[in-house]
């Protein structure tokens, strides 16, 4: 009898080997696959570098880098090379913000003035109203106002004091503009309440106790030279750039830089309801609170891919966007900077999750990857996402151009500006948008925005002047001045703001 029930438990021990066996060579196999797709795509989309990790089951199923930091060179992107996160920290922000709700220190429904007593936005009845919860959901009636950090000097706190000039682009939680300043209020009413710097608070309540040793909150603490360079098409050539270091003024919103290692830490946590080995971030109900629907994500608001993907709802919570995809919910976040991206999705149903680092200024190969691995990973399919993706994004390119060329074609010829171009010169100002200052260098006309960006000007037709910028991946903008009754230059219409002609030289 011991000796049939010894072979008994031999045999099961052996089917048990041959099982785990099995779904060794199984998860090798699709490894192998994915990867070879992945270095397919990256070529088709000219990617210089990427990284890439896949969660299963509590479990890293694949994480590989590629390519280089810096296009050119032979500085390979590694598992440690920083990328930046970008708008992928709106995810970390509102988390920490979780854990102060789960300490009793505030409610997700305070009002937000209860905490910055001084914050005015341009309607009294919004500042009044405005609840913590509605910081992370873009539903203010505040439309975008990047040119407040973006290309500007502003701190942080000058950035919150100019709020009161912006005038509402829609009614209060009656819309979705997608918008970074509330997360950096959010950054604010963290540092009032915790008594420290978000800054500080992100590093010791999420990535200290994760263990992501490399991960930093601002451009400024990077210690080292392995992180990647951005890249932008510039004419057709993939160019490097310089990196978007504003977004340290407004770092709750996007200014995270992390590995992938790190990330995959992140990654991990955040699929299994914020636990870790030493605990978890927040607790289980504020977990499902902050991956709650609560904000509809009209169809000019989300991603071009829906029109391969045809979502039955897209919608948004406290830092990822969300859609049905094969139907199963995928929450998910986009992070985007001048020549560098980021995504990160989550599947919890089928406790999967996916993040992707690049260096080209809006790959969306992205996309394709995100959705290709939930497909290999966890739902099934060989969908070529890279290759119906890179379709539809280059007819939108396309598109495009079209548009900017017959707009161009309309162009009046053979005209005069109506002054001598020294009458042009001088510093134009707008309390919202800043400056921009114009001065004569070798007979032509120069610029200079906010102390920053810098371009020359030439005439295009009547009193409307054309900008190039010398940092040519911010692109072109054009210039119509107008004249008082005296036929002086009195302003200038910049993108359709105004611009008061405040000293001449």
């Known amino acids: 009898m011991r000796k049939i029930m010894g072979l008994l438990v031999c045999v099961q021990c052996c089917l048990l080997l041959q099982v785990a066996a099995q779904k060794k060579t199984v998860q090798q196999d699709t490894s192998a696959l994915f990867d070879t797709y992945v270095k397919k795509a990256i070529k088709e989309w000219e990617v210089p570098g990427l990284a890439i990790v896949v969660v299963k089951n509590n479990q890293v199923v694949f994480k590989k880098a590629y ?25 970390m922000t509102a988390t920490c913000m979780g854990m102060l709700v789960d300490e009793g220190k505030l409610k997700w429904d305070d009002p937000v003035t209860k905490y910055l007593p001084a914050l005015q936005l341009y309607d009294p009845y919004v500042t009044r109203e405005l609840r913590v919860r509605d910081l992370f959901l873009h539903n203010s009636g505040v439309g975008n ?30 819309g979705f503009i997608y918008q970074n300043i509330f997360y950096l209020i959010a950054g604010k009413v963290i540092e009032k309440i915790s008594g420290k710097p978000w800054s500080i608070f992100i590093r010791e309540r999420i990535f200290q106790p994760l263990g992501m040793n490399r991960t930093v909150s601002q451009f400024a603490q990077i210690k080292d030279d392995n992180f990647s360079k951005p890249h932008y098409r510039i004419d057709s050539t ?41 605990g978890r971030l927040v607790k289980p109900e504020t977990w499902k609170e902050l ?9 000019q608001e989300f991603y071009p891919t829906q029109k391969i993907t ?34 990160h999705a989550q599947m919890p149903e089928e406790k999967t ?56 074609a309309k162009r009046a010829l053979n005209t005069h500006p109506s002054l001598p171009l020294e009458e042009y010169i001088g510093k134009y100002q707008h309390p919202l948008f800043g400056t921009i200052e114009l001065k004569m260098q070798n007979g032509k006309l120069i610029s200079l925005t906010n102390h920053i960006t810098t371009g020359s000007i030439d005439h295009w037709n009547y ?29 200038v219409s910049m993108s359709g703001v105004v611009l008061e002609k405040v000293t001449r030289e």
Not at 146 to 173: C, G, Q
């Open 145 to 174: 106002t990047d040119y407040l950090w973006a290309d500007n000097t502003l701190s942080s706190d000058e950035i919150l004091e100019h709020l009161k000039l912006v005038t509402p682009s829609y009614s209060f939680r009656a």
């Open 463 to 491: 009193d409307t002047f054309r900008l190039l910028y010398d940092q040519k991946w911010k692109g072109k903008e054009y210039l119509s001045f107008h004249l008082n009754t005296e036929g002086k230059v009195s302003e």
């Open 291 to 299: 991956l709650k629907p609560q904000t509809l994500v009209t169809e």
């Open 353 to 408: 999750g996916v993040y992707i680092f690049g260096n080209l200024d809006h790959a969306e190969l992205r996309h394709a990857l995100m959705f290709r691995a939930l497909d290999q990973f966890a739902l099934g399919g060989d969908r070529d996402w890279s290759a119906e993706f890179l379709k539809l994004y280059t007819q939108i390119k396309n598109e495009s151009l079209k548009k900017t060329k017959e707009s161009e």
């Open 67 to 91: 390519g280089t930091r810096e296009l050119g060179t032979t500085q390979w992107v590694d598992n440690q090379t920083l990328f930046v996160c970008a708008s992928t920290t709106k995810a």
């Open 238 to 278: 993939i160019t490097v750039i310089s990196h978007d270091r504003e977004t340290d003024t407004i770092g709750p919103a996007g200014s995270v830089l992390s590995c992938i290692d790190d990330i995959s830490l992140w990654l991990k946590c955040m699929l299994d309801s914020s636990k870790y080995p030493g």
């Open 310 to 343: 045809k979502p039955n709802f897209t919608t948004y919570a406290m830092g990822w966007f969300q859609q049905d995809y094969k139907g199963r919910k995928l929450n998910f976040h986009t992070g985007s900077l001048s020549g560098a991206v980021a995504i």
